[in-house]
């Protein structure tokens, strides 16, 4: 029996989730979340084979959660159910960690041949996800997949908020690195200032959301 936490704010759409994957005898929700704090409690009490994760949650985008749940339980996989269907969205899920992103508006079925696909050690995307890659392999990327793993978290803190001092400080690295990284990425993403990045990631959903 595999066991699922369900993370989703809206009571209706976790039930409609629920049923539906408990139509499989060898699929279990063993709990349900409606926050980022109660998925992180439920995930380390219960060790799920597997987490369905909605991005839009009342206390925080679901993205950095994916991070936070992969620390709390290494082992759980993780999918992604979500209403975006972006590009940038599912590029960051799956780089965060997750193993799969089914967008909400495919067929039920597909939720749970994601589950079992994700369950066996595939990368999972819905269809309609699969066919937008494939009939855009050309097309030019976001140009935040440019940036290599130390600018994106330099990327990401400045445009939390963050000051030079600070993010150095949180990345254990030189202040002089930071500014270095900054004037980098700054250049791969054609920003101007620091509000610019703050646009970028606000737009692509790529930090939390404020109470």
Do not use: W
Not at 103 to 121: C, D, F, I, N, S
């Amino acid at each position: 029996m595999y066991s699922i936490v369900l993370v989703d704010d809206h009571a209706i759409v976790r039930e409609g989730f629920k049923r539906l994957i408990e139509l499989e005898p060898d699929l279990e929700v063993v709990a349900e979340c409606r926050s980022a704090d109660d998925a992180v409690e439920a995930v380390g009490q219960r060790r799920p084979d597997l987490v369905a994760l909605d991005l839009s949650l009342p206390d925080g985008s679901g993205l950095p959660l994916i991070e936070h749940l992969r620390s709390v339980a290494a082992d759980t996989r993780i999918v992604v159910l979500s209403m975006h269907d972006g590009e940038p969205y599912v590029s960051e899920a799956l780089r965060r960690g997750a193993s799969g992103y089914v967008t909400k508006g495919v067929a039920p079925e597909e939720l749970v041949a994601g589950l079992r696909a994700v369950m066996q050690g595939e990368c999972f995307l819905s269809s309609d996800l699969r066919k937008r890659r494939a009939e855009r392999p050309s097309e030019s990327r976001d140009p935040i997949h440019r940036l290599t793993a130390r600018e994106r978290e330099v990327f990401l803190l400045l445009a939390a908020g963050r000051a030079p001092k600070q993010v150095a400080g949180e990345l254990g690295i030189g202040q002089k690195t930071v500014y270095i990284h900054r004037a980098s990425l700054m250049g791969k993403l054609g920003a101007g200032s620091e509000l610019d990045l703050y646009r970028m990631a606000a737009e692509r959903g790529l930090l939390p959301r404020k109470n």
